[in-house]
């Protein structure tokens, strides 16, 4: 059974588009055409909805919804950066838009940058702040407390 193949190469912009083919065989030939859209593979889309499921006093657990990927393989990063400092505090890549950020300062504020990124570049930032909660205190300071004792008279109290 002859086979036939399609390649292309060095294409240029205006090479891209919707690519119809048609099949023939002893049978017949095929009357609905088969549709290949070509696209250029380009930087991914930002990251949308990003989201504080879950914070402690050390720790931040954020999800996001990932967009176009630009039609290569995607990974994303995170970046934390202490409120008003230039300083990293932390990067992380995954293969998912889902991040666990563990050992965190209590009661710190975090500035967040969120990027999709592939072989042909980063998307637009996405930026989002966080605050992880205070620590707990030990309440053992000393208990100031007044007490008013009223008499009772024992013709109050029935057995």
Same mark, same amino acid.
């Given at each position: ?6 390649? !292309? ?5 205006? +090479?891209?588009?919707? &690519? &119809? ?7 017949? !030939? $095929?009357? @609905? ?8 593979a380009g930087?991914?889309d ?5 989201t504080? &499921?879950?914070q402690?006093? +050390?720790?931040? $657990? =954020? ?7 630009g039609?290569?393989? $995607?990974?994303f990063? =995170? @970046?934390? *950066? ?10 992380? /890549? ?5 991040? +666990?950020? #563990? ?6 504020? *975090?500035?967040?940058?969120?990027? !999709?990124?592939?072989? #042909?570049?980063?998307? +637009?930032?996405? *930026?989002l $702040?966080?605050?992880? &909660? %205070?620590?707990?205190? /030990?309440?053992t300071? /000393?208990?100031?407390c ?6 009772? #008279? %024992? ?5």
């Amino acid at each position: 059974m002859p086979e036939d193949n399609l390649s !292309a190469r060095r294409m240029t912009i205006s +090479d891209y588009g919707t &690519l &119809l083919c048609w099949g023939r065989n002893e049978i017949g !030939a $095929q009357t @609905e055409p088969c549709l290949f859209n070509l696209i250029p593979a380009g930087k991914p889309d930002p990251l949308s909805n990003c989201t504080i &499921l879950n914070q402690t006093f +050390d720790m931040l $657990q =954020i999800e996001c919804l990932e967009g176009y990927d630009g039609g290569l393989p $995607q990974v994303f990063q =995170i @970046e934390l *950066y202490v409120i008003g400092s230039r300083q990293q505090m932390t990067s992380i /890549k995954s293969t998912s838009p889902s991040f +666990d950020l #563990k050992g965190l300062e209590p009661g710190v504020g *975090y500035d967040i940058i969120l990027t !999709a990124k592939n072989s #042909k570049g980063s998307s +637009d930032p996405t *930026y989002l $702040q966080a605050f992880t &909660l %205070k620590n707990p205190e /030990k309440q053992t300071g /000393k208990c100031v407390c007044v007490f008013t004792f009223v008499p009772i #008279k %024992k013709s109050t109290f029935h057995h």
